[in-house]
């Protein structure tokens, strides 16, 4: 991870290309992830240290499509971390991502 995450309080990672569904600390951070295939594809949310113990949930649905809950005050915030590749593909397949 590189200078650019001292930028964000919330990130969302595409094509991650980590396996599993996890989380782990990086520096200050907090990032939650998933994964199928090693090399490709997969998402993730970085969260910074004022926010991480703001997260009350996480949903990950699959390789493409992963969502955290905050509860910051008394707001609820939602961010979804959604990836459609399209690089590579016909348009066909683009037409149905």
């Known amino acids: 991870m590189g200078k650019s995450i001292e930028l964000a ?4 990672v595409y094509e991650a290309r980590w396996v599993g ?6 520096d200050e951070y ?3 992830y998933f994964g199928v295939l090693k090399g ?3 998402v993730g949310i970085l969260v910074d240290r004022e926010l991480r113990e703001s997260v009350v949930e996480v949903r990950q649905m699959n390789d493409r499509l992963m969502s955290i809950k ?7 915030l939602n961010v979804v971390s959604a990836y ?6 016909d348009e066909e397949v683009e037409r149905r991502l």
């Open 40 to 42: 490709k594809n997969g």
């Open 70 to 76: 905050l509860m910051v005050g008394e707001c609820t």
């Open 9 to 12: 309080k919330i990130t969302c």
């Open 84 to 89: 459609s590749p399209q690089a590579g593909l």
């Open 30 to 32: 907090k990032l939650w």
């Open 21 to 26: 569904s996890r989380a782990r600390n990086v």
